[in-house]
């Protein structure tokens, strides 16, 4: 199946509604909730077994993804504020918790979830500039100089990655509880 051409319109979202979905280690999907499916327009049979990029927007900058990998990989959650791309070709913009499923048995990581909320508007702006410049470093010099360029933008902040989206997706209060509600719903740390 092949992404849909983007088109400059957001698809409407739910501030009260999640979105949640679970990937194998490699990224495919294995499961996602009546939402995820409603937002991106697909039907389950056309994304269970699919790698997830295929909702990925070509305006996400590579650096993010790299990071969440990484971070995934070495067991660790991450937030992460995300532009996807529906079927139809518009947008949507979430704020989503990662987290690692680990085997109960070898304690090896089994799968990926993922937790989404629409994204506040605050957050989107502030990361939008941010993403931007990141895009328009990785066409000039590759991931490895927008990474160095977000690793810069950073230190400039004093801030970590986690500090940093934390400020701008006001990770606390009512926030905070729901992502941690999920996880626990659903078994997640």
């Known amino acids: 199946m092949q992404q849909p051409t983007p088109i400059d319109e957001p698809v409407k979202m ?11 280690i490699k990224g495919n999907i294995e499961f996602g909730n009546d ?9 389950p049979n056309e994304l269970i077994g699919r790698s997830h990029n295929l909702i990925r927007h070509p ?10 990998w990484e971070r995934l990989k070495q067991g660790k959650n991450i937030f992460a504020v995300v532009k ?7 947008y949507y913009w979430v704020t989503t918790k990662f987290e ?6 070898d304690s090896s990581i089994k ?10 508007p605050q957050a989107i702006s502030a990361i939008s500039k ?24 950073l ?18 209060g009512a926030f905070k509880v729901f992502f941690a509600t999920m996880a626990k719903m659903f078994g997640g740390k």
């Open 14 to 24: 739910d501030k009260y509604k999640y979105i949640m979905s679970r990937t194998d």
């Open 35 to 43: 939402y995820f499916f409603e937002i991106s327009g697909y039907a």
């Open 59 to 68: 305006d996400m900058p590579k650096v993010i993804f790299k990071l969440m």
């Open 84 to 90: 996807n791309l529906s079927k139809d070709g518009r």
């Open 100 to 105: 690692i499923k680990k085997d109960s048995l």
């Open 111 to 120: 799968s990926y979830m993922a937790y989404r909320q629409a994204a506040k």
């Open 130 to 153: 941010l993403y931007n410049e990141l895009l328009d470093i990785e066409k000039s010099g590759g991931v490895e100089a927008s990474e160095k360029y977000l690793s810069g933008y």
């Open 155 to 172: 230190d400039s902040k004093r801030q970590t990655y986690d500090e940093f989206i934390d400020d701008i997706i006001g990770n606390r």
